[in-house]
């Protein structure tokens, strides 16, 4: 097998199925020996297979980012504007159009590209090493440059790097939950030849790439990397992939679509009637855009941009980073959350929380999972102070323990096996220490645990004898054990009551731990053998699980206040999710458990989406299925939001409309595919994220009313116009500087607004709601026919008292700017009176609106801009007459407000 010869060596073809075959088998297959490949080997093997490295799509550039700010239908119709004003030579309007158009893809591109360096900067902080054997020595490399045939050791607290053949083991437990969703880890063997058809999750002599190892050390060969890992068949199959659609960009697509047709019928009507008129065809075409520029708004692509922008930042304050703008609304449009349990929900890592004692007296051990924070109640949460039975407890939970726990740098470190942490952290709690329990009990000798022993010992001094402590799985220890240690002494073991004790536990998803203790005769050189353990003591029962997060249960709470349904969706048995699911508060009856095998049996769509209707927990459920469920949800009329942190989650994070990937914990593909990462892994910063996804549509909302309020009743001005066969009341460059600059600074400053703190009080929307609900169609309406109306009385007015056309438009446009600056305070709240909403919440609204104002006076104070508007200065006079008839437009809707409210109607912004 040497490499080292002159002639190019022949490529090496993996094993397909290696768990079939002994680890001689697939040395030879992969033409390496146990003193690893050569280096000249392992360059050519890189060559061949590539870096091992997950397929990634690659990001966009900065110039593509800028061009997709241009696909929108939105920006299509303004497009279109501009070069029509260009072909009629109005300069103007096609600068101010085009100068709106390049502010909002600059706004969106710089959004975009932050959030994708800070994504980028996440993937940088989570490259891994590996440690290989090459040329019979141990060399540590990227994690990239491992090659199949590598021999790769592994030990406790590594990060599997590719899909490995297992060599040797030796008390081997690898966490396979980001691959498999099983939260306890598994035991590898190297000795294990399997069946071909063994599923991913039994193949006990395999290491996967991404997995984590907890517990011991092995020798491996690789036999997979980069994509061709189960790791990368994951990342392969969403990669490309189309991700749902989010629900603004839905509705704006339907509101632009209307906006179009509404814009196009309009004024081929106008044209039409016009040309009937004997009117000349340039004046009809100047018409016909003022027409389109009074409707369109223009400013809308901005303001849209600037809110979501807003959105994004509020939203990375509070550790959510929005990898795509328009997903920031995403999140408070959903109907649905389907979260992945282990590492999500919960806080991945057992933990103890049950002490069971042989004569069925229950305690309860309370505090954190991850440091020795909390106490051992009774479960009438009475202390335990002085009592034999905990002592006897802990000093046994300490000393047949391989694990540690200690300080580090001001903060609890630990490492060792998840059972044996969890032992020391409970002991702790009771103020008994590993250290402190050696002092007063020298260690003689141990019996490591084995994964064919099921258990560990430690042999110690206790006074003048010698003393067994053995913790490990209970049916193991009955079996050693010939009585048992109660709060009344050494009594009988009574079999049959410590099985029933242990299936309770079991039944309420705990993972069952006995303890027990003896005297022993050791010979003179201390020898310590398993067949000594007999004639022991039962101590008691320990329940471990992998508790909730501390903020799940309030956030699944709020969550549901939010009218939003949370689903958990896991690999563990049915009984554990149905207690943990039941703990969070998602569920009481198991007949909302809904296992993997039953949606597999189902006969159709229609059978799995009966089932996915009620069901709150999802359990026994394969990566492949987590697809099927988001998409029943969705055929069920739910927008899907799905959160999760490991590569089985990334089918149904690129098929949800929102996906959410934990940054810290999660895997490359997970955060790859997700649209929002959740960088402190908090199920809680979910919901604040539903909290700012729907401020950022309420003033999405808000800024759309301004919009179209304010351009509506320009087309009431216009109309009434025409009707009644007076000029043109504003020209379209009056109608651009309208819509654009002194209504465009006051837009964007709305779009800062705070939220009005009922956010997350109220259910969702209804997903097929549009952006015109009825309470955004009564407020435009009565809003427009106000300022239209009025606009159109005080032109006629003034065309009647002898003013020319000119200064009738001057005066004109000076009103239509106050009513801009007045009626911004009434969109500010659909409900909340504009009396009762202060003002210096939004500073930059207020400062924004004084601004719009002197911008518009300054225009009428500067020659060359009044001559472009055809603006000029007006008398303090006449400037407080048409600021009074401005305040017309508040009174009418807080009129409005106060009648929704007095008769009863729904003030649910909706």
């Known amino acids: 097998m040497s490499t080292d010869s002159g002639q190019q060596p022949l490529a090496v073809v993996p094993p397909s199925e290696p768990h079939t075959l002994g680890g001689e088998q697939v040395l030879a297959q992969l033409e390496v020996e146990l003193t690893g490949l050569s280096q000249a080997r392992a360059e050519q093997r ?36 501009a070069v029509v004003s260009l072909v009629i030579q109005e300069y103007s309007d096609a600068i101010f159009i085009s100068a709106v158009l390049l502010l909002n893809a600059v706004i969106g591109t710089v959004q975009e590209y932050s959030a994708q360096r800070s994504a980028d900067a996440l993937q940088q902080m989570m490259k891994t090493r590996a440690r290989v054997l090459r040329d019979g020595d141990a060399y540590e490399i990227d994690s990239k440059e491992v090659v199949p045939g590598d021999i790769v050791m592994l030990e406790s607290g590594e990060r599997v790097p590719a899909d490995m053949r297992l060599l040797e083991s030796h008390n081997l437990e690898i966490d396979e939950s980001l691959l498999s969703g099983e939260s306890l880890a598994v035991v590898k063997t190297a000795d294990a030849t399997l069946d071909a058809d063994t599923v991913l999750g039994d193949r006990v002599n395999m290491a996967f790439a991404g997995s984590l190892v907890n517990r011991g050390r092995g020798l491996c060969v690789v036999v997979a990397t980069a994509q061709a890992t189960q790791l990368g068949a994951i990342a392969a199959s969403v990669t490309g992939e189309a991700s749902g659609k989010a629900p603004l960009q839905e509705r704006m697509e339907r509101f632009t679509h209307r906006v179009a047709v509404f814009v196009g019928v309009a004024v081929l009507v106008m044209a039409t009637i016009l040309f009937l008129r004997g009117m000349p065809l340039v004046e009809i075409f100047l018409s016909s855009v003022a027409l389109a520029v009074s ?101 046994c939970a300490v000393l ?25 952290i409970m002991a702790h709690k009771a103020g008994y220490t590993r250290p402190q329990v050696l002092s007063r009990h020298p260690e003689i000798n141990s019996i490591p645990f084995e994964s064919e022993r099921l258990f560990s010992a430690s042999l110690n001094r206790f006074g003048e004898s010698k003393r067994a402590f053995v913790k490990g799985a209970f049916e193991k220890l009955l079996d050693m054990c010939d009585g048992a240690v109660t709060t ?59 508790p909730l997060r501390p903020e799940s249960k309030h956030a699944v709470a709020k969550c549901r206040a939010a009218g939003i349904r949370v689903a958990m969706v896991t690999g563990d048995h049915p009984v554990t999710a149905f207690a943990i699911g039941n703990e969070l508060g998602l569920l009481h009856d198991a007949g909302q458990v809904v296992t993997g095998p039953q949606l597999k049996a189902a006969a159709d769509e229609a059978e799995i989406d009966a089932m996915t209707r009620d069901a709150m927990v999802f359990a026994r459920v394969e990566p492949t299925q987590k697809l099927d469920i988001v998409q029943s949800l969705q055929r069920n009329g739910h927008y899907v939001a799905v959160s999760g942190d490991g590569a089985n989650d990334a089918p149904a994070l690129r098929a949800a409309q929102v996906g959410v990937a934990m940054g810290a914990s999660g895997t490359d593909v997970a955060r790859e595919t997700a649209e929002i990462i959740i960088t402190d892994d908090n199920f809680d910063s979910i919901v604040d994220g539903v909290e700012e996804g729907r401020i950022a549509y309420a003033n999405v909302r808000k800024v759309i009313f301004l919009l179209v309020s304010t351009g509506a009743s320009e087309l009431v001005l216009f109309v009434l116009a025409m009707m009644t066969g007076l000029p043109l009341p504003l020209l379209a460059v009056q109608l651009l500087w309208l819509n654009l600059v002194t209504n465009g600074i006051q837009d964007i400053a709305l779009a800062f607004e705070p939220g009005e703190g009922h956010e997350l009080d109220r259910p969702p929307r209804p997903p097929q709601e549009a952006i015109f609900n009825r309470i955004m169609i009564e407020r435009v309406l009565i809003s427009a026919i106000v300022i239209g109306v009025v606009a159109f009385g005080v032109f006629s007015w003034l065309l009647d008292q002898g003013f020319s056309v000119e200064a009738a438009r001057n005066h004109t446009l000076l009103l239509m700017v106050l009513f801009e600056n007045v009626h911004v305070f009434n969109c500010r709240s659909e409900t909340l009176s504009v009396f009762r909403h202060n003002p210096l919440r939004n500073k930059l609204l207020l400062v924004g609106t004084v601004i719009a104002q002197c911008v518009h006076i300054g225009a009428m104070y500067t020659p060359w801009l009044g001559d472009v508007l055809g603006a000029s200065p007006v008398t303090f006079e006449q400037w407080l007459t048409l600021l009074g008839l401005a305040l017309s437009v508040m009174l009418a809707m807080e009129l409005h407000k106060w009648l929704r409210l007095r008769f009863g109607r729904s003030t649910r912004t909706r």
Request: aromatic share 6%.
């Open 400 to 424: 047949a323990n391989e694990g540690f726990l200690g300080h580090q740098d001001g903060d609890w470190t630990s490492s060792g096996d998840a059972v044996d942490v969890a032992l020391l």
């Open 488 to 546: 009344e002494g050494v009594v009988d073991l009574k079999r049959k009551r410590i099985e029933k004790q242990a299936k309770e536990l079991a039944s309420q998803g705990y993972r069952v731990i006995a303890l027990a203790s003896g005297d022993i005769e050791a010979d003179a050189e201390e020898a310590f053998y398993p067949s000594q353990l007999q004639g022991l003591k039962l101590i008691g029962l320990i329940g471990l699980i992998d």
């Open 295 to 395: 409707v369109i708004p223009e400013g809308l692509p901005v303001a849209l941009t600037v809110a979501l922008a807003i959105g994004m930042r509020r939203m990375a304050r509070r550790d959510v980073i929005v990898r795509r703008l328009i997903a920031v609304e995403a999140l408070g449009s959903c109907t649905y959350i389907a979260s992945d349990k282990t590492g999500t929900l919960t806080a991945n890592q057992l933990t103890a929380r049950r002490l069971v004692l042989p004569d069925g007296e229950h305690w309860q051990i309370s505090g954190d999972s991850d440091q020795p924070v909390g106490s051992i109640l009774s479960l009438d949460g009475e202390p335990l102070d002085d009592n034999p039975a905990l002592a006897a407890i802990c000093d």
């Open 46 to 81: 890189l060559q061949q297979f590539g870096p091992n490295a997950l397929p990634r799509k690659e990001p966009p550039g900065l110039v593509q980012i800028f061009f997709a700010q241009f696909k929108s239908p939105l920006i299509y119709v303004l497009l279109a504007a």
